[in-house]
């Protein structure tokens, strides 16, 4: 991080020198090699270089305790957070959410999702509160990071957060991240008897963005058994992927065999007006035509077919 940002810092320095506005003589003692310029010093790095790893590097010194957390809270934060990390409005939910995770709505929060006390510090170091970001105090940091932790009750109400124990602080959810082993993340780099790409064929905006012909046979999560329909198909990956592959605004994931078998209850005419008309109901929300309003009502049933084809 401090080399990245001494470098940009640099860059920086010397795009301003181009412009003029370093003309004092003692700016030029330390030129680059077109004789512009100056290193960055290590305050005007410090002001860039703010990010918290963790394990807590990066943390600056100070303390706050939750109960002085809790009126900073409520003044900077409640208006759009909410007094118990609720969220007012669309704005974040901060605290609760505590196994629902393997739901089909999961409610991620700072306690029920987020891995580290780091990022948590570091958000609200770096952007908080919204109408001014920056402007709190290290220890009004602490402050706020540590009544948030007790909305969560991660800690208890006397808990005093410092920089020595941060990284005592375990979240619910430390265990539940994994190293993506997927091979479109991990496929080494061909050196020798590669595939032409000009032989690849993006199908689609969606496809296009990560192509798939690498990939061994059989990788997807999608039935191969089931007919393909491939103007279904056509339109699947390039306007419902995106959100029916991730499960998106609680889009059924295409392959889930129990959740389509429910959604295909009322039948397939009902699905299809659904996904032409659009939708909103506790199980989700789908825009008419997912959105692209220049499918026609063919092409929509048709991507709903492979859908419900994949998923059988």
Same mark, same amino acid.
């Given at each position: 991080?401090?080399?990245?940002?001494? !470098?940009?810092?640099?860059?920086?320095?010397?795009?301003?020198?181009?412009?003029?506005?370093?003309?004092?003589?003692?700016? %030029?003692?330390?030129?680059?090699?077109? /004789?512009?310029?100056?290193?960055?010093?290590?305050?005007?790095?410090?002001? *860039?270089?703010?990010?918290?790893?963790?394990?807590?590097?990066?943390?600056?010194?100070?303390?706050?305790?939750? %109960?002085?957390?809790?009126?900073?809270?409520?003044?900077?934060?409640?208006?759009?957070?909410? +007094?118990? /990390?609720?969220?007012?409005?669309? *704005?974040?939910?901060?605290?609760?959410?505590?196994?629902?995770?393997?739901?089909?709505?999961?409610?991620?929060?700072? #306690? &029920?999702? *987020?891995?580290?006390?780091?990022? +948590?510090?570091?958000?609200?170091?770096?952007?908080?509160?919204?109408?001014?970001?920056?402007?709190?105090?290290?220890?009004?940091?602490?402050?706020?990071?540590?009544?948030?932790?007790?909305?969560?009750?991660?800690?208890?109400?006397?808990?005093?957060?410092?920089?020595?124990?941060?990284?005592?602080?375990?979240?619910?959810?430390?265990?539940?991240?994994?190293?993506?082993?997927?091979?479109?993340?991990?496929?080494?780099?061909?050196? !020798?008897?590669? !595939?032409?790409? &000009?032989?690849? !064929?993006?199908?689609?905006?969606?496809? #296009?963005?990560?192509?798939?012909?690498?990939?061994?046979?059989?990788?997807?999560?999608?039935?191969?058994?089931?007919?393909?329909?491939?103007?279904?198909?056509?339109?699947?990956?390039? &306007?419902?992927?995106?959100?029916?592959?991730?499960?998106?605004? #609680?889009?059924?994931?295409?392959?889930?065999?129990?959740? *389509?078998?429910?959604?295909?209850?009322?039948?397939?005419?009902?699905?299809?007006?659904?996904?032409?008309?659009?939708?909103?109901?506790?199980?989700?929300?789908?825009?008419?035509?997912? /959105?692209?309003?220049?499918?026609?009502?063919?092409?929509?049933?048709?991507?709903?077919?492979?859908?419900?084809?994949? &998923?059988?």
């Amino acid at each position: 991080m401090y080399n990245s940002v001494k !470098k940009y810092l640099k860059i920086l320095v010397l795009a301003s020198a181009a412009q003029g506005l370093f003309i004092s003589p003692a700016y %030029a003692e330390e030129a680059g090699h077109y /004789g512009l310029g100056r290193i960055a010093t290590p305050e005007e790095i410090a002001g *860039w270089d703010i990010d918290v790893r963790p394990d807590g590097l990066g943390l600056p010194a100070g303390s706050g305790s939750v %109960a002085d957390g809790e009126g900073l809270y409520e003044g900077q934060c409640a208006s759009c957070h909410g +007094l118990f /990390g609720e969220g007012e409005g669309r *704005w974040p939910i901060l605290a609760g959410g505590f196994d629902t995770l393997s739901e089909g709505r999961p409610e991620k929060t700072v #306690g &029920s999702y *987020w891995p580290h006390a780091s990022t +948590l510090y570091d958000y609200i170091r770096r952007a908080m509160p919204f109408t001014a970001p920056q402007s709190l105090t290290a220890d009004e940091t602490y402050a706020i990071t540590a009544y948030v932790l007790y909305l969560n009750e991660i800690v208890d109400e006397e808990f005093v957060l410092t920089k020595d124990n941060f990284s005592t602080i375990v979240m619910p959810n430390a265990d539940g991240f994994f190293e993506d082993d997927r091979p479109d993340v991990r496929n080494p780099t061909c050196m !020798k008897d590669c !595939k032409d790409p &000009s032989s690849i !064929k993006v199908t689609s905006t969606i496809a #296009g963005v990560t192509p798939t012909e690498h990939m061994e046979e059989g990788a997807s999560n999608m039935t191969e058994e089931a007919p393909i329909n491939e103007h279904g198909k056509g339109i699947y990956n390039q &306007s419902c992927a995106v959100c029916h592959n991730n499960g998106m605004a #609680g889009a059924p994931i295409t392959g889930d065999k129990e959740v *389509w078998a429910d959604r295909t209850k009322p039948g397939m005419e009902a699905v299809i007006n659904r996904a032409i008309n659009g939708y909103v109901g506790e199980d989700g929300a789908m825009p008419a035509k997912g /959105g692209n309003m220049s499918l026609s009502d063919e092409d929509v049933a048709a991507a709903v077919h492979y859908m419900v084809e994949q &998923s059988q």
